[in-house]
């Protein structure tokens, strides 16, 4: 089976070209046994390229574990660069079809460019359980176990967004010695959110950059995300740390994120390639094709 690796900011991608011939697969059992880093290919998902009706593109993406996720940012400039440069669409501008909605993406070389839509801040809508319509710096008390580290309970004050997907965003002092595996784990499994959350841990430089960590729904601690990085621009620019325009810098590279008048968020940053391959497998002793 051929695929070929992809990453923007460090958050990388088995992309599965399946846009001429589109056909039904457990594409989570996939996700779970390409993204293995010991067994597999290793990624933080499965991108599935897939023909869409109304749009140029349709782009499925599928966690580690298997589960599918409404909307990736940086999966989504990847699969912009590649359909692009494999001549499946013939401008630098077009439409991709996802779970969250039409988006639009703008291939800006060497960058591209993706309108996420907007923030949603409606409680039901991201979902979080609250008793008010908006979860705005609301407070959330987790219990950990004895094995974690820090065995009792701690309260976190956060913000809840919606880019399409949950998010979970929290102000610390210094990121960079943040415990975000645990505390991550934990608030993503947390009972307010009934379909899990993604989690950003965000410090602030200055009114026009962040640095943000990111537990990802369904991965784990991964070096970017794009719609973690728009919801904690978006968070932070609403309770007046920083103004609507901001550089992001994760842990594998830096994206901008602008939160415009019309209230749509404009997403800058790369998409790479990695490798090109082949997925092979033991059959009677003998490697062969997966085909």
């Not at 070209?17 to 779970?32: T, V």
């Not at 039409?102 to 409680?123: C, F, I």
């Not at 729904?217 to 740390?241: F, I, L, P």
Request: with cysteine.
């Amino acid at each position: 089976m051929d695929f070929v690796k992809m990453h923007g900011a460090g958050n990388d991608f088995v992309c599965l070209d399946r846009f001429f011939f589109p056909q039904e697969e457990d594409y989570g059992a996939l996700a779970r046994r390409f993204c293995n880093r010991r067994t597999g290919v290793g990624a933080d998902g499965l991108l599935v390229i897939l023909p869409a009706r109304g749009a140029a593109v349709r782009m499925r993406i599928f966690n580690q574990d298997g589960s599918e996720a409404e909307m990736c940012g940086n999966g989504l400039r990847c699969l912009a660069r590649f359909v692009y440069e494999a001549g499946y669409v013939g401008q630098e501008n077009f439409s991709v079809e996802t779970l969250a909605g039409m988006k639009e993406v703008y291939l800006e070389s060497p960058h591209v460019r993706v309108d996420m839509g907007e923030p949603n801040w409606q409680a039901a809508d991201i979902p979080v359980q609250c008793l008010k319509p908006q979860a705005v710096r609301e407070t959330v008390r987790v219990s950990f176990a004895a094995d974690s580290g820090a065995e009792g309970e701690e309260t976190y004050t956060f913000t809840a967004v919606s880019m399409g997907n949950p998010h979970c965003v929290i102000f610390c002092r210094d990121v960079a010695t943040f415990p975000v595996e645990r505390v991550g784990a934990a608030l993503e499994t947390a009972a307010i959110f009934p379909r899990r959350t993604n989690v950003e841990f965000v410090t602030v430089s200055d009114r026009e950059s962040i640095s943000v960590r990111v537990w990802e729904r369904g991965v784990g601690e991964t070096m970017a995300c794009g719609t973690g990085a728009c919801a904690a621009a978006a968070a932070a620019a609403r309770e007046g740390h920083t103004d609507r325009r901001v550089l992001v810098r994760l842990t594998g590279g830096e994206l901008l994120v602008d939160w415009r008048e019309d209230n749509h968020i404009m997403m800058t940053g790369p998409a790479r390639y990695v490798f090109r391959g082949e997925v092979l497998t033991m059959d009677n002793g003998q490697w062969t094709i997966d085909n």
